[in-house]
């Protein structure tokens, strides 16, 4: 029978890569608490309407990636294609708006696009989403900001980063800008991207953010969007600015950078790596002031951002070879035979409750077999027990680089492992 296969563009994390995701998501949790944020897990579902609400109905993820389908009575449900709008329907639901301002919280785990499968571009993928909410005090979002790079900086990729900083200022200031922007744009039409003429039509905002050559030619001529701030957005930037300065955190002001989501406004940031090709964007966020009155909530504002996962463990795995640190065994058990094994069950999980990683055989194979597998399995010791031993209460403990052994009572052997390991973690 031919075997079923996963669906394309969504993909196994196999032990080997397991041990950097965790990496991540320790960094993460470590980092965000420090900063006062707490944790959210909201469901992997929602009513449609809320995506279209909260995203907005002509963004890129709501006309064409969402997973979309009518549930069993009819109702129609999407897979998340993101999380700050499933947050902020939690935040209003549940009357989060009374705690202590900001409200700070994070979430992890999947989300669902269908977006054209490549390195670094999934259908489903992993998002880090943190978000504070209800202070719209400009140092915020430097502090979330510091938050995003004080991450990276405790995987060891603060080097390998960018911080690309914009202001798209107030909705009012907005929409004037981006009738100028039409303006300048209409008659060079015909050069644009054949998706940039779309954009042009539905979210010229987005233009901005074409990667095709032709188009940059004519987007580094574009107004910028940073001469139409409004007196209050324009203080706001420099105050961002300013605070950033402050930590002593570099950042490139990128007047282009947009994002692809309708609800932000004044602050925008991505960090960015020149070591993934064309995924170079790894975390974006931005200010989201109008959001939650617009899904119906009270009218506190809001800053956030997503890290993509996937592309943060691929960095990862660059700098430290292929495989990762798997997780060794520090000590094989190998019984020889049943009544061993008998004997050795209970020094297993003894030694397993002292907090040692151990790995027990079943007696049914031979001792070259078991030391091989001891080997493959990179463990540096191991405790044999044959019938002498068994007879004498003891083992015999080899060192597997060395090939060194010794005997040592049955009795002290959790205890001496214990020391051993010690002594080669140190
Ligand atoms: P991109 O420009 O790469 O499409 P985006 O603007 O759509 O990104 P956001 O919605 O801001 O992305 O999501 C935040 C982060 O999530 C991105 O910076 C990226 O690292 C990651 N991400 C987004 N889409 C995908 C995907 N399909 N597969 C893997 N990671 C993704
Ligand atoms: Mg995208």
């Not at 105050?239 to 989501?261: C, E, F, Q």
């Not at 060395?402 to 390991?421: D, F, H, K, T």
């Amino acid at each position: 029978m031919p075997s079923i296969k996963s669906v394309r563009g969504v993909r196994d994390i196999l032990p080997a890569e397991a041990e950097r995701w965790q990496r991540v998501e320790d960094a993460a949790r470590r980092t965000f608490e420090a900063y006062g944020y707490e944790e959210i897990r909201v469901p992997l579902f929602e009513r449609t309407e809320l995506f279209a609400r909260g995203i907005g109905d002509e963004t890129d993820i709501v006309k064409k990636e969402m997973y979309t389908f009518d549930d069993r009575s009819g109702e129609s449900l999407t897979l998340r294609p993101e999380a700050t709008a499933s947050l902020m329907r939690a935040y209003i639901e549940h009357g989060l708006h009374v705690l202590p301002k900001p409200v700070k919280i994070y979430t992890m785990g999947p989300m669902f696009r269908y977006e054209r499968p490549q390195a670094g571009r999934y259908r489903q993928f992993h998002q880090l989403d943190v978000e504070a909410l209800g202070e719209p005090h400009p140092a915020v979002d430097a502090e979330v900001i510091a938050m995003l790079l004080d991450f990276f900086g405790a995987l060891g990729l603060a080097e390998r980063l960018d911080l690309h900083l914009n202001s798209i200022g107030d909705p009012g200031t907005r929409k004037a800008y981006v009738s100028d922007l039409v303006r300048y744009l209409k008659p060079h039409e015909a050069q644009l991207c054949a998706q940039c003429r779309e954009r042009l039509a539905r979210n010229p905002l987005r233009v901005l953010d074409c990667k095709v050559p032709e188009c940059q030619a004519l987007i580094d001529k574009a107004p910028s969007i940073l001469d139409t701030l409004s007196p209050d957005a324009g203080r706001h930037f420099l105050s961002v600015k300013a605070d950033l300065d402050a930590m002593g955190i570099p950042y490139t002001v990128n007047p282009r950078l947009v994002r692809g989501l309708d609800y932000y406004v004044r602050t925008t940031f991505e960090v960015k790596t020149k070591d993934l090709g064309a995924q170079d964007a790894v975390a974006g966020g931005g200010r989201y002031d109008g959001l939650i009155e617009e899904l119906g909530g009270s009218a506190d504002p809001g800053i956030g951002f997503a890290v993509g996962i996937e592309r943060v463990v691929l960095l990862l795995g660059q700098g430290d070879g292929q495989g990762g640190e798997r997780r060794h065994p520090q000590v094989c058990l190998i019984p020889l035979g049943d009544a061993a094994l008998k004997r050795l069950l209970p020094v297993a999980r003894a030694a397993r409750r002292a907090g040692l990683r151990v790995e027990l055989g079943y007696g049914t194979r031979k001792l070259p077999k078991e030391l091989e597998r001891a080997n493959r399995l990179g463990s540096p010791l191991a405790a044999i027990v044959g019938d002498d031993e068994l007879g004498a209460g003891e083992a015999v403990l080899r060192d597997l680089k060395s090939g060194e052994q010794r005997r040592i009572p049955l009795a002290r052997l959790v205890e001496e492992l214990r020391s051993l390991s010690a002594a080669r973690a140190r």
